[in-house]
């Protein structure tokens, strides 16, 4: 049971244009989000959280989103930059129950064209 | 100053040896993670240590055995390795539950590409 969906395996994008990459939840439970971005054989490296008491955190040209009645969060990037290129991976955590263990989405694979 | 190490990066061995993957963290947490990332490229969580004492283990074959000498420290052994056993393993780390401010916030290793033929 996938409990944190990325249904889009990939986006292309044009450079200086908003990449929105998107991400829903089944579990109620979560109540703590991550984006992570990953290069090829790199590790995932941390970009922005969001807690469920929030609706929006924004980190320089970064700015997540979370609908908890749609169970959807969403990750804006403005503008795409080439060296945004990378497989982002969502990630949520029920801290409450499960301490600081992550689900983590499958993945999009963002490109953005110069 | 690498933050999460791992060694080695890439691993290539024979189906029924038995490997290690080393793993340590400078960032001061006293949480340490196992993930395992499939061909389909899912980051699954395998173990998670806290201050030594083992908090997550999913359901892994127990030839998998997480090892944490210290905080700093988490090592993976595998024994009698199978086909299956081949896709990159991530160790992470984080403050932990008792930070309350950084909890869920996860620092990743490079990854350790295990072949096994």
């Known amino acids: 049971d996938q409990q944190v969906k990325q249904n889009s395996p990939s986006l292309s994008v044009q450079e200086g244009r908003i990449s929105i990459l998107n991400c829903d939840y089944t579990?109620?439970?979560?109540?703590?989000f991550l984006w992570y971005k990953k290069y090829p054989a790199e590790g995932p490296t941390f970009l922005i959280s969001?807690?469920?008491?929030?609706d929006k955190n924004e980190d320089g040209r970064f700015t997540v989103f979370l609908n908890k009645s749609a169970k959807h969060l969403s990750l804006h990037i403005v503008p795409s930059q080439p060296g945004d290129s990378a497989v982002y991976f969502c990630?949520?955590?029920?801290?409450?129950?499960?301490?600081?263990?992550?689900?983590f989405g499958e993945g999009t694979q963002l490109t953005v064209n110069p | 100053d690498t933050a999460v190490s791992q060694t080695p990066k890439y691993l290539v061995t024979q189906m029924g040896n038995d490997k290690s993957i080393k793993c340590e963290q400078n960032?001061?947490?006293?949480?340490m993670y196992w993930y395992k990332q499939d061909s389909k490229k899912f980051l699954k969580i395998m173990f998670s240590?806290?201050?030594?004492?083992?908090?997550i283990n999913e359901t892994v074959p127990n030839r998998f055995s997480p090892k944490s000498p210290d905080k700093a420290h988490l090592n993976l052994h595998i024994n009698s390795l199978e086909l299956g056993d081949s896709a990159v393993y991530f160790c992470?780390?984080?403050?932990?539950?008792?930070?309350?401010?950084?909890?869920?916030?996860?620092?990743f290793g490079p990854g350790t590409r295990l072949t096994v033929l």
């Open positions: 579990n109620s439970m979560f109540d703590y």
């Open positions: 240590y806290n201050n030594k004492e083992l908090i």
């Open positions: 960032l001061g947490h006293d949480t």
């Open positions: 992470a780390s984080s403050a932990g539950a008792t930070s309350g401010i950084l909890i869920g916030t996860q620092y």
């Open positions: 990630a949520a955590s029920a801290r409450k129950t499960s301490g600081s263990r992550l689900t």
């Open positions: 969001i807690s469920s008491i929030k």
